[in-house]
Nanobody
Framework: QVQLVESGGGQVQAGGSLRLSCAASGNIFALNTMGWYRQAPGKQRELVAELTLVATQYVDSVKGRFTISRDNAKNMMYLQMNSLKPEDTAVYYC???????????????WGQGTQVTVSS
């Protein structure tokens, strides 16, 4: 029905930058809230940044370093990550609330994740 595909992960040294992309495709009528989550080894998945139709929020640890954005015309979402730290190392997941064509309800979808590794 809907696929979310992340790209742009990789390995970078502390202080470096990466830009993650999330491409949404499938039977999409509309995208509501979209966000980036991450999960480090041995830790719970946490919200990193989220874009609703009217607001943006970030976890405190990335404020001033990460920027979330979206291109609604292309069903794309991005996460620009600057001044990366070793503690940012995690698998990053794209999440979206999707209104399927022909449906009256929003459904939550996840991507498969992309690894970000920051070395000191």
């Amino acid at each position: 029905q809907v696929q979310l595909v992340e790209s742009g992960g990789g390995q970078v040294q502390a202080g470096g930058s990466l830009r993650l992309s999330c491409a949404a495709s499938g039977n999409i009528f509309a995208l509501n809230t979209m966000g980036w989550y991450r999960q480090a080894p041995g830790k719970q998945r946490e919200l990193v940044a989220e874009l609703t139709l009217v607001a943006t929020q970030y976890v405190d640890s990335v404020k001033g370093r990460f920027t979330i954005s979206r291109d609604n015309a292309k069903n794309m979402m991005y996460l620009q990550m600057n001044s990366l730290k070793p503690e940012d190392t995690a698998v990053y997941y794209c999440n979206a609330r999707v209104l399927l064509a022909g449906s009256a309800l929003y459904t939550n979808y996840w991507g498969q994740g992309t690894q970000v590794t920051v070395s000191s």
